[in-house]
């Protein structure tokens, strides 16, 4: 069993920053790619950020620009850093690794 364990999720007006943080345990996190999806109510979850186990990486055409996951090996830790948020950008956010082993995910929530 992988342990996933998301936090830094809030409440923040549009044009504010967040920046999540993706904690897991064990030696697989550096072999596999890792990345983030969002599920907002009443839709599907969707991807929102992936990145590789050599760095690269790859966003949904909403969050291009505004957002940038990272990943520290050592730390077996995935970040996800969003500016510029928007009121749609609502959602619980979950980090996943290989799209196997999931976290319980974060709310954020974008609002005046």
């Known amino acids: 069993q992988v342990q996933v364990v998301e936090s830094g999720g809030g409440l923040v007006q549009p044009g504010g920053s967040l920046r999540l943080s993706c904690a897991t345990a064990g030696s697989i996190f550096s072999i596999y790619s890792v990345g983030w999806a969002r599920q907002a109510p009443g839709k599907q979850r969707e991807l929102v950020a992936r990145?590789?186990?050599?760095?690269?990486?790859n966003y949904a055409d909403s969050v291009k620009g505004r957002f940038t996951v990272s990943r520290d090996n050592a730390k077996k830790t995935l970040y996800l850093q969003m500016t510029s948020l928007k009121p749609e950008d609502t959602a619980v956010y979950y980090c996943?690794?290989?799209?196997?082993?999931w976290g319980q995910g974060t709310q954020v929530s974008v609002s005046s």
């Open positions: 996943n690794i290989a799209n196997t082993w």
């Open positions: 990145i590789t186990s050599n760095g690269s990486t």
